[in-house]
């Protein structure tokens, strides 16, 4: 009885753990069986990434989103993926630890990405989208939080999640899609009028591109549907991240594979025709699952991070 009792036992943990292989393999599936672009060198304004540092934080296990500041030189901040709490994480462009934060009346379902936003008179504001639906069926509703971005100090530096330091309160804005369940781990803020871009993530089609007015604090809203985007890997769509320059000439997003940069043209009817232009291609190099990139706060490089503890700082330079 108790051989029998072992040997039951025992094929129960073989068969849970090679269920968990399986699940982890059908997150990756798709990008398996892709094909990402074709680097040309020289071809691109970028520079290949290069490692400048590590995220220091052990408390950094899923940086799904990255921001620069616009207000406070050299600093960026992050969060990780569902399954953490309400925290964000500072740390300087090498990724030395900063400091923790904790927003107290927000959740994080799940966290898919953050930008850094100053307004006309001069504040600066971190907006976190709270916009991941991986079986695009659970949620009808997503949040997205604008907060006063933390002054940091050099008292922050021992701060954690065990005692963060506390951000009070956030604006909220509360939104549904036009026409169905949708997926997205990217959120863009545009610098001048503050408009927020959602692109959606998709396995068999091009990624859509939804735009909310920052009505922060209203009933919820519906967003409006733009575009579609395609970048030039396969799948097209499966977009992970993704930013406005600070200058709003220019977007970058990424996929498990590159980045890839927009421009607007010379001659245009505004922000919008930007979605409809032939991306340049960046090399990030290798990467173990890339979902967060961000301009450098004046635009001169990319930066880019991977899920997982302790991985690679990645900054990607422009050309002179």
């Not at 408009?195 to 068999?204: A, C, G």
């Not at 991240?241 to 220019?250: H, T, V």
């Amino acid at each position: 009885m108790l051989y029998r009792t072992i040997t039951n036992n025992l094929l129960i943990v073989i068969f849970c753990a090679a269920l968990g292989l399986s699940c982890a393999a059908c997150n990756r599936t798709v990008v398996d069986g892709g094909q990402g672009p074709s680097f040309e060198a020289g071809s691109s304004p970028f520079e290949k990434a290069a490692i400048v540092g590590r995220l220091e934080s052990d408390e950094i296990i899923e940086s799904s989103g990255i921001a620069a500041s616009r207000c406070q030189e050299s600093l960026l901040w992050t969060h990780n993926d569902s399954g953490d709490g309400a925290y964000i994480f500072a740390m300087d462009e090498r990724g030395k630890h900063l400091g923790t934060w904790k927003l107290e009346n927000a959740d994080n379902k799940d966290w898919e990405d953050i930008s850094s936003y100053s307004d006309a008179s001069g504040n600066c504001f971190l907006i976190i989208g709270d916009i991941g639906n991986s079986r695009k069926d659970r949620r009808t509703e997503h949040k997205i939080y604008r907060l006063a971005e933390p002054t940091v100090q050099d008292v922050d530096r021992g701060s954690s999640r065990k005692a963060p330091g506390i951000i009070p309160r956030a604006d909220v804005l509360t939104f549904a899609y036009p026409d169905e369940a949708q997926d997205a781990e990217t959120l863009m803020v545009h610098p001048a009028s503050g408009d927020i871009y959602i692109v959606t993530k998709e396995r068999n089609k091009p990624a859509g591109v939804y735009r909310l007015r920052p009505e922060f604090g209203s009933a919820p809203v519906k967003a409006e549907r733009i575009s579609d985007l395609t970048v030039p890997a396969i799948p097209n769509g499966f977009v992970t991240g993704g930013e406005i320059s600070p200058d709003g000439s220019r977007l970058v997003i990424c996929d498990y594979f590159a980045a890839y940069e927009f421009t607007l043209p010379p001659q245009n009817g505004g922000f919008e025709d930007v979605w409809k232009q032939k991306p340049v291609i960046i090399d990030l190099a290798d990467r173990q699952q890339g979902e967060a990139i961000a301009y450098a706060s004046d635009g001169k490089a990319v930066i880019a991070t991977s899920e997982g503890k302790n991985q690679p700082l990645l900054r990607a330079a422009r050309r002179e």
